[in-house]
Nanobody, 121 residues
């Protein structure tokens, strides 16, 4: 049974940093992504990382501030978030990619339950 479990969310002041982790069990996925969903809004793409050779993709809104990485030995995917802004406040989800564009939710087959990130001004 495939399971994705996110951790690392919390409350941080604007300008601060957080690192989210996603632990995958049940199988290994070549490509993984992070999405976020703020109250009253749709789920939006944040970042994705492919298998070897590794490539990374980012939403314009987080480019230069967030970094996605992975530890294949531990089956973990990370999202390092720096220079956080109040508009980054959302529930963050990791997802396992199946096929298609990395920025589409329909391209992902498994999802975690999410971890809340709140950035205060």
């Amino acid at each position: 049974q495939v399971q994705l479990v996110e951790s690392g969310g919390g409350l941080v002041q604007a300008g601060g940093s957080l690192r989210l982790s996603c632990a995958a069990s049940g199988r290994t996925f070549s490509s993984m992504g992070w999405f976020r969903q703020a109250p009253g809004k749709g789920r939006e793409f944040v970042a994705a990382i492919t298998g070897g050779p590794i490539s990374t993709y980012y939403a314009d809104s987080v480019k230069g501030r967030f970094t996605i990485s992975r530890d294949n030995a531990k089956n973990l995917v990370y999202l390092q978030m720096n220079s956080l802004k109040p508009e980054d406040t959302a529930n963050y989800y990791c997802a396992a990619h199946r096929s298609g564009s990395y920025d589409y939710t329909s391209s992902y087959v498994y999802w975690g339950q999410g971890t809340q990130v709140t950035v205060s001004s």
